[in-house]
């Protein structure tokens, strides 16, 4: 069954430096989205990626986030200058048609970064 | 603003059965959603309501109320591999598309 491919699984970075986090999404999927979730807490939406573009983003994703899609298959999360309350696990996630719950999101593994 | 309230925690024996409620307060709703989320890993699909009434696939069920903005996630015959975190989530349509959890719930299930 294809999946979705996050990496790397764990990241460490000093606070100020930047990070990418690189997801593959199922290739025949439409819809593109970057999840949190902090140790021991709920999952939270980050940003949702369509046709192309940000089709929504929530309050925690600032002008420190931004994400790309650079080709066909890879999908990618930049933080620019982290900080210390940006570790988390980052889980990258992609569903097809646009059929609403029917199209369950796809999660990757995650990413855990922890910043020091 | 957007909320889904779910018990912390729930514990119950191998062979039993178990429900996990979720009330909601959300706007645009299309529908409540079912997640598992073993140790941290990836969360996986268990279920979908769209319409009032009770979905079931083998051992999980989940029933949707929307008069109520409640819903729940029944498991039966537990085994101790259900041992895991349950979210549930709301649906959004349009571009976006998007699921936004619930608090979550630790389901211990004890020999």
């Known amino acids: 069954e294809p999946e979705v491919t996050q990496t790397p699984s764990h990241q460490v970075t000093q606070m100020g430096q930047e990070v990418i986090l690189r997801c593959v999404p199922i290739s025949n999927h439409l819809y593109f989205y970057w999840y949190r979730q902090i140790l021991g807490q709920k999952v939270e939406f980050l940003v949702s990626f369509y046709n192309n573009e940000i089709s929504e983003k929530s309050e925690i994703f600032d002008d420190q986030f931004s994400v790309e899609r650079p080709d066909g298959s890879n999908f990618t999360l930049k933080i620019r200058s982290t900080k210390l309350e940006d570790s988390a696990m980052y889980f990258c996630?992609?569903?097809?048609?646009?059929?609403?719950?029917?199209?369950?999101?796809?999660f990757g593994n995650g990413t855990r970064l922890t910043v020091t | 603003g957007q909320s889904l309230e779910q018990p912390s925690e729930v514990t119950a024996v191998e062979g039993a059965i178990v429900q996990i409620n979720c009330t909601y307060q959300t706007s645009g709703f299309y529908g409540l959603s079912w997640y598992q989320q073993h140790d941290g890993g990836a969360p996986t699909f268990l279920s979908y309501n769209a319409l009032d009434g009770l979905e079931e696939t083998g051992r999980f069920s989940s029933f949707l109320s929307r008069s109520d903005s409640y819903g729940y996630l029944l498991l039966q015959e537990l085994q101790m591999k259900d041992s895991a975190s349950y979210f549930c989530?709301?649906?959004?349509?349009?571009?976006?598309?998007?699921?936004?959890f619930g608090t979550g719930t630790l389901l211990a299930v004890q020999p």
């Open positions: 989530a709301t649906n959004y349509g349009g571009a976006t598309n998007k699921l936004i």
């Open positions: 996630a992609s569903r097809g048609e646009a059929t609403g719950g029917r199209s369950p999101l796809h």
